[in-house]
């Protein structure tokens, strides 16, 4: 078991451009979590996949936003046209079926928009 | 909507001092509560987790009871450890979610413990 993954772990880019973030989940967790995280605040949530469908968006999940996870296993989170208001740490969790409460979570991929 | 709300750090103990950090909620449903512990440069990890009123969770030393009537899940410990230093999450989630989606963390706390 080497944990959650995130690929880069750091991202300065220029407000206009797009990046996207990558995910490795545990490998025998079927759920994958995305969640942003601002300065002083907790994490809060995204989107959420059970293996290859996304259940669920947030409101916070603009149309700038689009996550995929094809084949159920590694995600990818586009942001496009990024603004500086996106400026955060995105983090990515795992969690085992039946058991949602525990969330694994990667070390994050913090996005500087300049 | 749920909520959490956490005391506001930093707050800056020495080592061996005992340490409390207040957590409240705020559910509609039959939520399962959490801290999660974040150290420098890592990710979240769960510490530990009550999913009924008046269960206790505890993990390395650190516990926290599930009070219903006062809608608290503080977390204490008896003697902190300089590698104690980190950011610590309060969560819930709703019971009723069978997908996690509604995960609702607070705004965490930063504890220092000084040598």
């Known amino acids: 078991d080497t944990g959650v993954s995130q690929d880069p772990r750091h991202k300065i880019t220029k407000r206009g451009q797009n990046v996207t973030f990558r995910c490795d989940p545990i490998s025998e967790h079927n759920r994958l979590y995305w969640y942003r995280q601002t300065l002083g605040q907790g994490p809060e949530f995204l989107t959420y996949?059970?293996?290859?469908?996304?259940?669920?968006k947030s409101r916070l999940l603009s149309d700038r936003f689009s996550a995929e996870r094809p084949k159920g296993s590694f995600s990818t989170l586009e942001i496009q046209r990024t603004e500086q208001g996106d400026s955060a740490m995105y983090l990515c969790?795992?969690?085992?079926?039946?058991?949602?409460?525990?969330?694994?979570f990667g070390p994050g991929t913090r996005l500087t928009v300049t | 909507g749920n909520s959490v709300t956490q005391m506001e750090g930093p707050v800056t103990l020495s080592e061996e001092a005992f340490l409390t950090i207040n957590c409240t909620y705020t559910?509609?449903?039959?939520?399962?509560l959490f801290w999660y512990v974040q150290y420098p440069g890592e990710g979240l990890q769960l510490l530990l987790k009550?999913?009924?009123?008046?269960d206790k969770g505890s993990n390395k030393g650190f516990e926290a009871t599930y009070r219903k009537e006062t809608t608290s899940f503080h977390l204490e410990k008896g003697s902190v450890q300089v590698s104690d230093s980190a950011v610590y999450f309060c969560?819930?989630?709703?019971?009723?979610?069978?997908?996690?989606?509604?995960?609702?963390f607070g705004p965490g706390t930063r504890l220092s413990v000084l040598p």
């Open positions: 559910a509609t449903g039959y939520p399962s």
């Open positions: 969790a795992s969690s085992p079926s039946g058991r949602a409460y525990e969330q694994y």
């Open positions: 009550a999913t009924k009123a008046d």
């Open positions: 996949f059970q293996n290859e469908a996304q259940l669920e």
């Open positions: 969560a819930l989630s709703d019971l009723r979610d069978n997908y996690g989606q509604n995960f609702v």
